[in-house]
């Protein structure tokens, strides 16, 4: 069948090097933002997530930027290896009056060239 | 193991053969949600569910049913499927509190014909 990654921006880094990945959201009323990642064939998995009144969040070989102001977000991956090649989408959460508005992103495709 | 299983993985189907898909999940989560991907428009919502027996219409509900009867499963019931309904399907769940990473299921490759 055909792959989801068609069709999607496409970011192609040498291993070892740093990947950036942007995404600009929708929202300015988004309280939470979640960086998802999907392999070919298998669900999105949870990567990492940030609160709108953070601007930075690490977590192990990946880092989330939140620029407020432009509503951009952005996931850092350091050193780069083949098994981060997938499609990468963002997320972003409204919960305001009661609700739970949760966005996706359209995607990119990030390529590893070893 | 936490996770959100759905079933079958792959199917094939006639149209206007009615079918459901089985999404259920072992985390107590009270969010619980059904998305299609297809190529180039990413994940669109079909519906979702804040707790038992409260569904609701995401983006494009057209052609589909849910149910929320127990806490663990959302099925998806596609009464009269449609070679539009060919799609990717992920089920996926959420805790409300804390928190609000969605887990997503495996996946079913629908094929409408």
């Known amino acids: 069948g055909e792959s989801v990654g068609l069709h999607l921006p496409t970011l192609s880094v040498q291993e070892g090097d740093n990947s950036i990945i942007n995404c600009a959201y929708s929202n300015s009323a988004s309280d939470y933002f979640i960086w998802y990642k999907q392999e070919s064939g298998k669900g999105p998995q949870f990567i990492i997530d940030?609160?709108?009144?953070?601007d930075k969040r690490q977590g192990q070989r990946v880092t989330v930027l939140l620029n407020k102001t432009v509503k951009h977000l952005s996931l850092q991956i350091a050193a780069t290896q083949p098994g981060d090649s997938a499609v990468y989408f963002c997320a972003e959460i409204y919960t305001g009056a009661g609700s739970y508005q949760l966005t996706f992103g359209k995607g990119t495709k990030l390529s590893v060239i070893p | 193991e936490a996770q959100v299983t759905q079933n079958p993985r792959y199917l094939i189907t006639v149209t206007g053969k009615k079918l459901t898909v089985t999404c259920s999940q072992n985390m107590n989560h009270e969010y619980m949600s059904w998305y299609r991907q297809d190529p180039g428009l990413g994940l669109r919502q079909i519906y979702y569910?804040?707790?038992?027996?409260?569904?609701d219409k995401g983006d494009v509900p057209e052609g589909y049913k849910v149910s929320r009867k127990e806490k663990r499963n959302f099925p998806l019931i596609l009464e009269s499927p449609s070679p539009n309904q060919t799609s990717l399907y992920f089920c996926?769940?959420?805790?409300?509190?804390?928190?609000?990473?969605?887990?997503f299921g495996s996946g079913t490759r629908l094929t409408v014909v």
């Open positions: 996926a769940s959420s805790r409300r509190t804390g928190g609000y990473g969605y887990t």
């Open positions: 569910s804040m707790n038992v027996e409260v569904t």
């Open positions: 940030i609160r709108s009144n953070m």
